[in-house]
């Protein structure tokens, strides 16, 4: 990767294109409704579910264990190589894929109508590890097929459209869900949301292909060799990863106990419930929209920077609301502020995971990339607490804003490298 870096392409200083040319692209249309598939099953396995069970009188620990059903997101990486392998004989090496398990998840969606949790509990834990199963692998691929089609000045875009259509869904698969449910039955909404992707399935249908193509690995063994050997490859590769974990350790940071710090403040669990998701989903989405479109005159590097700059600033305004107390026109510009950055800031990383991918391996890639980002939001709930219990926290927020230079400076460090990586096309082409 150092070697790239030290002859840029000519074409990184070439203009970028206009807003419009990109927004009225087909790829970014396809990418857009690629997300709302992918974020539609989600609350199937979480939120939705949980209270389609509570409905029915489950009890707390019988749903509790049925949040196991999940797992499959957070390990989906494993048998992401066997889907950069082999390819399905229609649609491409990835629209194949991605339009056999649409079909496969509107079949096990509906097929959850046809059950009730009062006397077929074990049934629709069967059904909802599908769901999730086959989500997730959903995910691959598309998360796949989105690095293999966004041009470079694309991949902003890319990322805003993926997480804008996510969102969008998650929310359509969880709050609309429930209101029908709440008027027509569990059933009609099950039906309802197994007809959405349905129609979510057709459009895969004319989805385009990517520009350039890359034939797959020659065997299962080398879909896992391969990939792992080309991210590595470069004396700049291993501070390209490091930089992929850092980058938002200030903003997984202020976010592990967030409910705690609202609560300690005196705000009520009402408050925190409507205010605060409210503001975070409206926050988000608009963070992700402007971070999105500014990313096509910025590229790579610079929003990187101005974005990982706001990111960490952003956490100061928790800051000022612990030292305040509770003050709720504050608390609602300190999250409105957060989230717009955080959003931001996703575009960014995501876009970031996008340049790395190799079209050649991006299922198995791009799987395990997200993986290794999401490692600070895992692993900093123990140092958190023990910072907030013994230090307070005005200081825990300052430590917060503090841990976010380190990914600012690295990404300053690594600039030769980052702007190889957004100037390249998607390597492993092929015309």
């Known amino acids: 990767m150092t070697a790239e870096a030290a002859a840029v392409p000519a074409a990184s200083a070439a203009p970028r294109p206009r807003f419009r040319e990109v927004l009225r692209e087909p790829?970014?249309?396809?990418?857009?409704?690629?997300?709302?598939?992918?974020?539609?099953?989600?609350?199937?396995?979480?939120?939705?579910?949980?209270?389609?069970?509570?409905?029915?009188?489950?009890?707390?620990?019988?749903?509790?264990?049925?949040?196991?059903?999940?797992l499959p997101y957070a390990w989906k990486f494993l048998w992401a190589p066997f889907m950069d392998r082999y390819q399905l004989p229609f649609l491409g090496r990835r629209r194949g894929w991605i339009f056999l398990l649409q079909l496969a998840l509107a079949a096990v969606i509906a097929a959850c109508a046809l059950f009730s949790p009062a006397d077929a509990l074990t049934a629709i834990a069967i059904l909802a590890f599908a769901i999730g199963f086959l989500s997730a692998s959903q995910d691959i691929i598309i998360n796949a097929y989105t690095a293999d089609v966004a041009q470079p000045h694309e991949r902003g875009l890319a990322a805003m459209a993926t997480s804008v259509g996510y969102r969008a869904a998650a929310w359509f698969s969880f709050s609309i869900a429930l209101i029908v449910a709440q008027y027509a039955g569990w059933k009609a909404a099950y039906l309802m949301i197994a007809a959405a992707m349905a129609a979510l399935a057709i459009g895969t249908l004319f989805a385009p292909e990517p520009q350039q193509r890359a034939a797959p690995p020659d065997s299962l063994r080398a879909s896992i060799v391969d990939p792992l050997r080309q991210l590595m490859s470069g004396?700049?590769?291993v501070a390209l990863i490091v930089l992929l974990v850092v980058y938002k350790v200030g903003d997984a940071f202020s976010l592990r106990l967030f409910t705690p710090f609202l609560m300690d403040l005196g705000f009520s669990k009402a408050e925190i419930g409507v205010v605060t998701k409210t503001t975070m989903a409206v926050a988000t989405i608009a963070g992700t929209v402007c971070g999105g479109l500014w990313m096509i005159r910025l590229g790579l590097l610079r929003a990187l920077l101005w974005f990982g700059a706001f990111q960490a600033v952003s956490n100061l305004t928790y800051m000022m609301l612990a030292v305040a107390g509770k003050n709720h026109l504050l608390m609602i510009a300190a999250i409105a502020i957060d989230n717009f950055a955080?959003?931001?800031?996703?575009?960014?990383?995501?876009?970031?995971?996008?340049?790395?991918?190799?079209?050649?391996?991006?299922?198995?890639?791009?799987?395990?990339?997200?993986?290794?980002?999401?490692?600070?939001?895992?692993?900093?709930?123990?140092?958190?607490?023990?910072?907030?219990?013994?230090?307070?926290?005005?200081?825990?927020?300052?430590?917060?804003?503090?841990?976010?230079i380190p990914g600012i400076a690295l990404?300053?460090?690594?600039?030769?490298?980052?702007?190889?990586?957004?100037?390249?096309?998607?390597?492993?082409?092929v015309a």
């Open 235 to 237: 004396p700049g590769a």
């Open 27 to 70: 790829r970014m249309i396809a990418v857009l409704a690629l997300g709302l598939a992918s974020g539609l099953p989600y609350n199937l396995t979480d939120g939705t579910l949980q209270a389609w069970l509570k409905d029915y009188g489950i009890s707390n620990t019988q749903i509790g264990l049925l949040t196991l059903v999940g």
């Open 342 to 404: 955080g959003g931001m800031g996703s575009v960014a990383l995501t876009a970031f995971i996008l340049a790395l991918c190799d079209q050649r391996f991006s299922a198995f890639q791009y799987a395990l990339l997200s993986a290794i980002a999401v490692i600070p939001r895992t692993y900093l709930g123990v140092p958190a607490g023990f910072l907030a219990d013994r230090a307070g926290w005005p200081t825990f927020y300052l430590v917060s804003f503090i841990a976010a």
């Open 411 to 429: 990404v300053w460090y690594l600039r030769r490298d980052v702007r190889a990586l957004d100037a390249r096309g998607t390597p492993g082409t």
